[in-house]
């Protein structure tokens, strides 16, 4: 570690060591740029580090979910199952910073505490809390869009005498409940993941849920070696496959017909196929107008709930898990590994806190309005401060000592959720504006750095100093995010796409929703046409 207050002048500082990070920093060094990655955890991987929480597993399938700029690293990785789970992807991204010897240029355990621009030096200046001091023209956000974990503050917290936890803040060495009374608090993606898992070696487990939510199967699998081979001889037609998708996802041909067009039984029909085949993606693709008009949308919504009523023996707690507050789409769709079947068991207990919240956490264990439960551990599954949280954790002042948390406190403003307004040289991975959560994060990981690394080429190569996004250009852009999310269902939805799960958050649609597909479009022709919205100065 380096003298706190000595400075180490670079030419960019990227802050964040998960996939975004990692692929910068690669990115960065062919352009011949001196760069460090700060890193507030122990290693490498972002979302696939802190999340460790049993049954943690990516939606997206694993030939997919991973890095298409190398040739060598698709074809020499093997990944075990159609949908990884958290161990193996944090290997992955441990063996993608060995095999790219990016391990010399990161600092972990350099948690980032401010970020400032010199207007008279038109340098970043990025201090850790540790004290450490870094200088430099550029400076890149990959700090991730699910990566502030929020701890609801429940009165009493402190005073509990048992072990809590947080999907987003699992212990590295894993934790054992056997034989424990175990309280899960949240039934979101985290929740459905985990409470499959936990029950199996739980004494008892009490869900605590608010708002129930709508789940497909994964049919997770084995990786075969036909299945293996079959994609990999393929790789380069899937991944240009991909780049064509709203979702930058391959293998889901789009649908061509409307839910009301075919008859009853045979939605029926499509929905049981796309049931059994497993996969998020797959069902929201069972129709084109799923996301668009509510009465197609109500049709899922039902058949699903068929399946609940079909799948849990008890039709009270069946009735709970059957969500009817939100169209299915319009928040994550989790995707489970017996999920439903798990409240058949007999050592698990569904608790509405809905009608009956909870009021504080106790010494023993957690009271609501009319029963208290012991409990020995307590499972957060309550999410994150979503899309700004890990940006506006950070003290980050722009131009005139712009500060990143004024400007965004009626909700975020970006262009192209690259940049925004006021803050130059600052450019933002998946960034609010831009498709990320919407997508499989990776693909849109690499379009951003791809962008990000041609403009600063492009900067270096021209001699200019400065970019920033226009106030106008993003004025324009915000409501052209917000009239594309209003075209569709999801506002519909209290969801942490709008920061519904954060107290007092502005609620603002952050995700740019018209597709990876389109936005790329839109990227290329920004840059195409000398940067269209942005603002470039030679100093």
Request: charged share 25%.
């Amino acid at each position: 570690m380096t003298e706190p207050n000595a400075k180490i002048e670079l030419d960019a500082v990227v802050v964040g060591a998960g996939f975004a990070g990692l692929y910068t920093l690669h990115k960065l060094r062919g352009l011949g740029l001196r760069v460090k990655v700060l890193e507030a955890g122990k290693g490498v991987g972002g979302t696939w580090f802190w999340n460790r929480y049993p049954g943690a597993r990516c939606d997206v399938e694993s030939l997919e979910y991973s890095y298409s700029f190398s040739e060598a690293l698709q074809q020499e990785w093997n990944w075990p199952e159609r949908f990884s789970a958290q161990p193996d992807i944090l290997r992955y991204a441990n063996h993608v910073a060995d095999r790219l010897d990016l391990r010399r240029d990161i600092l972990t355990e350099r948690r980032v505490a401010s970020a400032t621009f010199d207007d008279r030096t038109h340098c970043w200046t990025v201090r850790t809390a540790g004290g450490e001091v870094f200088e430099a023209p550029f400076c890149i956000m990959a700090t991730g869009n699910l990566s502030l974990p929020r701890v609801p503050d429940f009165p009493g917290l402190k005073t509990f005498k048992g072990e809590w936890y947080h999907s987003g803040l699992w212990p590295e060495e894993g934790v054992d409940f056997t034989g424990r009374r175990v309280g899960v608090i949240g039934t979101g993606s985290s929740g459905v993941q985990m409470i499959p898992m936990i029950a199996e070696q739980a004494a008892h487990l009490f869900v605590f849920q608010r708002t129930a939510n709508f789940s497909v199967p994964g049919v997770n699998r084995p990786m075969t070696p036909d299945v293996e081979h079959g994609h990999k001889a393929r790789y380069a037609y899937w991944r240009d496959e991909a780049k064509r998708t709203p979702f930058g996802i391959a293998g889901h041909p789009p649908p061509s017909k409307t839910a009301l067009e075919d008859t009853p039984e045979a939605r029926a029909e499509v929905y049981e196929r796309k049931w059994g085949t497993g996969g998020n993606i797959s069902f929201l693709y069972a129709y084109k107008d799923l996301l668009t008009d509510k009465a197609a949308n109500d049709t899922a919504c039902e058949f699903v709930r068929e399946k609940i009523r079909s799948t849990v023996r008890d039709p009270d707690v069946a009735r709970l898990l059957m969500p009817n507050d939100h169209p299915i789409g319009t928040k994550r769709l989790c995707l489970d590994n017996g999920y439903f079947e798990t409240f058949n068991r007999d050592n698990v207990t569904l608790v509405d806190v809905r009608s009956d919240p909870i009021v504080e956490i106790t010494e023993r264990g957690l009271r609501t309005k009319t029963c208290e439960y012991e409990l020995d551990a307590v499972a957060f599954a309550t999410g994150f401060d979503a899309m700004t949280g890990a940006l506006l954790d950070i003290d980050i002042r722009g131009a005139g000592g712009l500060r990143l948390a004024d400007k965004w406190a009626h909700g975020p403003r970006t262009y192209l959720g690259l940049m925004t307004a006021g803050l130059p040289n600052l450019f933002m991975i998946t960034g609010p504006g831009s498709p990320s959560v919407k997508t499989n994060m990776i693909a849109s990981i690499e379009q951003h750095v791809d962008w990000i690394a041609n403009c600063v080429a492009h900067l270096r190569r021209e001699g200019i100093r400065l970019i920033e996004a226009d106030v106008a250009a993003e004025d324009a852009w915000v409501e052209h995010v917000n009239q594309v999310a209003d075209s569709t269902l999801y506002p519909l939805a209290n969801s942490w796409y709008v920061g519904a799960n954060i107290p007092g958050k502005p609620r603002v649609f952050m995700p740019y929703v018209a597709g990876l597909d389109k936005y790329r479009m839109i990227c290329d022709a920004v840059a195409t046409e000398s940067y269209r919205g942005f603002k470039l100065a030679e100093a």
